[in-house]
């Protein structure tokens, strides 16, 4: 089932992390204290919040980032690819003394890699940086966890005060998770978060479907667990459940895959669309983001997700 774009785009708000991903590639990985001569440096813009931001735009959304740059060259170089992509920057704030958020990933000829994530400007985004105004105007707002928990915490309670649909996904793990975090209208976890979150170990699709009811009791009205190359399981507020079996393709880098998928189930239950149906649609999005290399580069468009629905 393919689907038609909207008069109006949707408009998603996401408050979240904009990284640069600092791809270095070797022979193999580094020994503690040891030199070695790599094969190639990439610059690939990254950091949840804006992959799903591009990845919202890329289906024809209408988006707001809130977020914060260092003041260093990364901040333009990521600023620059934001704007071209057509995402509103104005929520997204000049951090003087602070470095843009960086992840430094070593990757082996073995596939085997290694990643340091520097939050830089993203760790000090706070409640202030969070305008009410921002949610007057949006339909869904979209989080992860690379930026404070109580920013994220701040961003929900303004959503419902202003009727927006919250989306949350939980990304990274994180400690001492907070249970008022779950106090939204869909979680969208992958299966090792969902288990941390649930104390289900989850090997099945019945297994994600039971951690999906738990997701539920403790909060979420909507349950969304995805199951990578397996597809997704989900479970709506009436308790009706399913799995979306995965979409064929090769994989090539499943970086970004979880992020596409969040930024399609906000655009599909904007326009309206039932969670089974918003979860087909990003489960094609989460499946053409992986058969691409770089996390924003790789978001695809609703005409390629249209195309992946066409032949299924
Ligand atoms: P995360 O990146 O958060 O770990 P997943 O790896 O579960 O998220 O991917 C999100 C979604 O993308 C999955 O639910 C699935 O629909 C799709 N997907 C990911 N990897 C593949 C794959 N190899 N083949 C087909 N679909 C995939």
Do not use: W, Y
């Amino acid at each position: 089932m393919t689907t038609s774009v909207p008069q109006t785009p949707p408009r998603i708000l996401v408050v979240g992390s904009i990284n640069m991903d600092l791809v270095v590639r070797s022979e193999r990985l580094p020994a503690p204290g040891e030199t070695l001569v790599g094969r190639s440096l990439s610059e690939i813009p990254g950091g949840k919040g804006a992959n799903q931001a591009v990845g919202a735009a890329r289906l024809g959304a209408d988006v707001s980032l809130v977020g914060r740059l260092g003041n260093d060259g990364f901040g333009g170089t990521l600023r620059s690819a934001l704007a071209i992509e057509g995402v509103r920057l104005d929520g997204v704030l000049p951090t003087p003394e602070c470095c843009s958020g960086v992840a430094m990933i070593g990757v082996e000829d073995s596939g085997q890699n290694c990643i340091t994530v520097v939050p830089g400007a993203n760790g000090l985004l706070t409640s202030d940086d969070v305008q009410a105004e921002e949610f007057a105007r949006a339909d869904v707002l979209l989080l992860q966890l690379e930026v404070p928990v109580e920013t994220v915490l701040t961003a929900i309670k303004l959503a419902k005060k202003n009727d927006v649909l919250t989306i949350l996904d939980p990304a990274p793990a994180v400690l001492n998770f907070p249970p008022e975090l779950l106090n939204v209208d869909v979680v969208c976890p992958n299966e090792s978060e969902a288990a941390l979150l649930t104390g289900v170990e989850i090997t099945t699709a019945k297994s994600a479907r039971h951690a999906a009811g738990k997701l539920q009791q403790l909060g979420a009205r909507h349950a969304i667990i995805t199951l990578g190359d397996k597809g997704a399981v989900f479970r709506d507020a009436s308790g009706s459940s399913g799995h979306v079996e995965p979409f064929p393709v090769t994989a090539i880098d499943t970086t970004a895959a979880g992020d596409a998928f969040a930024a399609a189930i906000g655009l599909r239950l904007a326009e309206g669309a039932s969670l089974h149906e918003a979860t087909e649609f990003a489960c094609a999005a989460g499946a053409v983001a992986a058969s691409r290399k770089g996390a924003q580069p790789g978001m695809p468009t609703r005409a390629d997700i249209n195309r992946l629905l066409a032949q299924a």
